[in-house]
T-cell receptor, first 113, second 113 residues
Framework: AQSVTQLGSHVSVSEGALVLLRCNYS??????LFWYVQYPNQGLQLLLK??????LVKGINGFEAEFKKSETSFHLTKPSAHMSDAAEYFC???????????FGKGTKLTVNP | EAGVAQSPRYKIIEKRQSVAFWCNPI?????LYWYQQILGQGPKLLIQ????????DSQLPKDRFSAERLKGVDSTLKIQPAKLEDSAVYLC???????????FGSGTRLTVV
């Protein structure tokens, strides 16, 4: 079964600094991978998705992620953090043969002024 | 387009009581999901509907949880009787069949005391 592991439950960066949130996946078939963001007391919003096209995926709010098969990784990055990026971020993998998403435990991003 | 609507937003009940949550998906979305998100964890799929049929309910605690999607549109998730460990956010999501990624509602935060 597919799964994802998010390294680091909390990440803290300064405003303007690089954001790097790590996600490694486990899948026996080419995966479909997703990053979602969750602001306090809200549902999950799709940031970006990898569906076996380009390995570098650009999403909303300046985020991007690169699919690296050799490293089984799909890390999320943003060149310059903004205060409004403070939220919890979830990596997810779609189960092969179904539309079910399996989520990681999440990484809470704090942005310091 | 209107998003996924959920109600209520918050609910506090005593253990052994019953509770019901309601979800109205995006118009035309055939697939509907209920996820449970316990504090500090990623969302976990409880049940997936395709129109009014159940596709996956393997992680639904059927001794106390039930869900229905009459007429293939709105859905209701019920817990009876509730336990303390049911305290969580219950997220509803919907998607077009064959699409990638879901649209989530804002969720219902349940506290069982």
């Amino acid at each position: 079964a597919q799964s994802v592991t998010q390294l680091g439950s909390h990440v803290s960066v300064s405003e303007g600094a690089l954001v790097l949130l790590r996600c490694n996946y486990s899948s026996s078939v080419p995966p479909y991978l997703f990053w979602y963001v969750q602001y306090p007391n809200q549902g999950l919003q799709l940031l970006l998705k990898y569906t076996s096209a380009a390995t570098l995926v650009k999403g909303i709010n300046g985020f991007e992620a690169e699919f690296k098969k050799s490293e089984t990784s799909f890390h999320l990055t943003k060149p310059s953090a903004h205060m409004s990026d403070a939220a919890e971020y979830f990596c997810a993998v779609r189960q092969g043969g179904s539309e079910k998403l399996v989520f990681g435990k999440g990484t809470k991003l704090t942005v310091n002024p | 387009e209107a998003g996924v609507a959920q109600s209520p937003r918050y609910k506090i009940i005593e253990k052994r009581q019953s509770v019901a949550f309601w979800c109205n998906p995006i118009s035309g979305h055939a697939t509907l999901y209920w996820y449970q998100q316990i504090l500090g964890q990623g969302p976990k799929l409880l049940i997936q509907f395709q129109n009014n049929g159940v596709v996956d309910d393997s992680q639904l605690p059927k001794d106390r949880f039930s869900a229905e999607r009459l007429k293939g549109v709105d859905s209701t998730l019920k817990i009876q009787p509730a336990k303390l460990e049911d305290s969580a956010v219950y997220l509803c999501a919907s998607s077009l069949q064959g699409s990638y990624g879901y649209t989530f509602g804002s969720g219902t935060r349940l506290t069982v005391v």
